[in-house]
């Protein structure tokens, strides 16, 4: 049986403590088209693609990672994004979006899920706890993490080798999270995995001695809003389906 929409984002805002969140962007609820939610798709960013994907779908609710009015960015609803929101108010989709929420919740955030697909036991190790680590009881060769990763993940990561042949401590951060590896150092990793690599990253990885693994933005986010998408529909009795638009990146 159907929702209210209000009813829904007071329960996501409570549970991922949207408000007690500084971000990039707003969080929750960024367009409004109907009172009543029965069907969820759930996705990692609300492109026009993905759009399309909820209208067959028959989607009352998209909810996302990426959403909408990132700072520093025109807020006009004009060309790309126009298309994007007026696509949605046609067909009567809400848009329900989470971006440092979804990333910091400790069972159903993207670092959390990250563990979860790499069968790894983590728990966040950075004060701001957007930095999660794990310790194995015995060192794994660095090259043998790296293929399980891509095994996981389903397309090759990129490894930066720091030279260091056995690995015990492996810290990561989703997404666009390559600038943290010099936190990660200190807090005692030997490999970070983020989703990004920049041009510094890779200096920095040779000279902190700290292996770096680029396994994609998109790949290492898909956990999240897959996870919460998941939990809405077993809590309120809806449907909910998760669309992986293929991402290189």
């Known amino acids: 049986m159907p929702v209210h929409l209000s009813e829904l984002v007071r329960y996501c805002d409570k549970l991922l403590q949207s408000s007690e969140i500084s971000d990039y962007c707003p969080n929750g609820l960024q367009v409004e088209s109907g009172e009543n939610v029965g069907v969820i798709v759930s996705a990692v960013t609300a492109s026009e693609m993905t759009i399309d994907r909820a209208i067959e779908l028959g989607a009352d609710l998209l909810l996302v990672h990426h959403g909408y009015f990132w700072k520093g960015e025109s807020q006009a609803?004009?060309?790309?994004?126009?298309?994007?929101?007026?696509?949605?108010?046609?067909?009567?989709?809400?848009?329900?979006?989470?971006?440092l929420p979804l990333d910091l919740h400790q069972s159903l955030g993207n670092n959390a899920q990250l563990a979860r697909t790499f069968g790894w036991e983590?728990?966040?190790?950075?004060?701001?706890?957007?930095?999660w680590m794990t310790q194995f009881d015995s060192p794994l060769n660095a090259d043998e993490i790296n293929a399980h990763i891509s095994k996981c993940l389903g397309r090759e990561a990129l490894w930066i080798n720091a030279g260091v042949a056995k690995v015990s401590r492996v810290a990561w951060c989703t997404g666009a999270a390559q600038s943290m590896i010099e936190t990660a150092a200190e807090l005692g990793a030997e490999m970070f995995i983020s989703g990004e690599v920049s041009e510094p990253t890779v200096h920095s990885a040779r000279e902190l001695?700290?292996?770096?693994?680029?396994a994609g933005h998109h790949a290492t986010e898909r956990g999240g809003v897959k996870a919460l998408g998941e939990h809405l529909a077993e809590t309120f009795g809806l449907q909910h389906q998760f669309v992986d638009i293929t991402n290189p990146v």
Request: charge should be positive.
């Open 77 to 99: 609803l004009v060309g790309m994004k126009g298309r994007r929101v007026a696509k949605l108010i046609r067909n009567n989709i809400n848009l329900l979006a989470y971006h």
């Open 122 to 131: 983590g728990f966040p190790a950075s004060k701001d706890g957007l930095i």
């Open 209 to 214: 001695g700290v292996h770096f693994v680029a």
